[in-house]
C-alpha cells in the first residue's frame, strides 16, 4: 500500500517539474518578461543606446515612480534593504519599496516602461 503511495507521489511531484520547468521555457523563448521590447537595465546602459542624458534620467525617475506606487512593499527600510540594493519610501502602503536599477521599454504610443530592480 506504501508503495502506491511513494510512486503517485512521485508522479505527482515529477508533474509539478514539468510544468514549472515549461512555464519557464515558455517565457524564455517569448523574450523574457521584456517582449517586443527594450531591456535597459541601468542609467549607463540607456546613455550607451544613444538616448540623450535628459530622457534617461526621465524614463529611470519613471521607473522609480511607479515601483513607489505599485512595487513590493517592505515595513522598514531595512527589511526592503535586506533584498534590494537602494529602497524608495511607498506611494501606496506604508513602507518602502526598491528603487529601479533599469526598467523594459515597450513599445507603443505612449512607450510603456516596466521598471526593474536589483537584489541586494
Known amino acids: 500500500m506504501s508503495q ?4 503517485r507521489g512521485a508522479v505527482a511531484v515529477a508533474l509539478i517539474v514539468a510544468g514549472v520547468a515549461a512555464t519557464m ?11 517586443g521590447g527594450t531591456e535597459i537595465p541601468s542609467e549607463r546602459a540607456c546613455l550607451a543606446s544613444g538616448r540623450a542624458a535628459d530622457e534617461c534620467r526621465a524614463l529611470l525617475a519613471e521607473a522609480h515612480r511607479l515601483l513607489a506606487r505599485s512595487g513590493p512593499v517592505y515595513a522598514t527600510r531595512e527589511a526592503c534593504q535586506d533584498r534590494h540594493a537602494t529602497c524608495q519610501e511607498s506611494r501606496g502602503a506604508a513602507g518602502f519599496a526598491p528603487r529601479a536599477s533599469g526598467f523594459c521599454l515597450m ?14
Do not use: H, M, N
Not at 502506491?4 to 510512486?7: A, D, I, L
Open 107 to 120: 513599445p507603443g504610443a505612449p512607450a510603456r516602461i516596466v521598471p526593474r530592480f536589483s537584489p541586494a
Open 4 to 7: 502506491g503511495r511513494t510512486t
Open 25 to 35: 521555457g515558455f517565457v524564455w523563448l517569448r523574450g523574457g518578461d521584456c517582449p
